[in-house]
């Protein structure tokens, strides 16, 4: 049964999201899937729901050490704390521990979210794993009902955030030698990035 909901602090919605269900809510960018990332079915779930193999989704968090407790390396983490909490995802590479996340890749994205509701949700969920609300190559969705459209019951629960911008994450991956933008979003890097 599906479930909606209209407020993110919603108590009955966290503890679905504790349990492991899938759903779909307005993350700080579009709306995404959402799934508990530190419950290894749940993101299973999530990606058969997605369709996505060997493409990870993205992690956000309320914090860096939930990122840390989650098992991404804090060396990593203190290097991309320079641009959080921001609407930018950077990929981090992670150990064997997280191949459920990284579907066995060795990175995955990561990004400590600035919006203020939805850091008080992942402050009670912890960190989830999140994919946009679309089918492959169709537009991610910016109200509610576009992502009823592409998943109608196959979800646990719908949360109403109101109309989003089309404007996902920027996504960057930090080495040794500067920055690379995967995917340039809502977030402009600073001038003094050193953009590869």
Known sequence: MTHY????TDETLMNEIKRGAVGVLPTDTVYGLAASAINPEATKKLYTLK?????????????????IRLGV??????????????PISIILPVGA?????SQGLGSIAFRVVADVPMRRLLEQTGPLLT???????A?????????????????????????KSNNPSTIIQISNTGVKIIRQGVFVLPPDAKVL
């Open 131 to 137: 994919s946009s609300a679309n089918d492959p190559g």
């Open 139 to 163: 537009p991610p969705a910016t109200t509610i009902q576009m992502a009823k459209d592409y998943f109608k019951d196959k979800v646990a629960y719908y949360l109403d955030g109101g109309i």
């Open 51 to 67: 369709n996505r193999e060997r493409k990870p989704g993205t992690v956000i968090a309320a914090s860096y050490e939930q990122l």
């Open 73 to 86: 390396d804090k060396k990593y983490v203190d290097i991309a704390k320079a641009f959080w909490p921001n």
């Open 97 to 101: 521990q997280l191949d459920y996340l």
């Open 5 to 8: 909901y209209t407020q993110l």
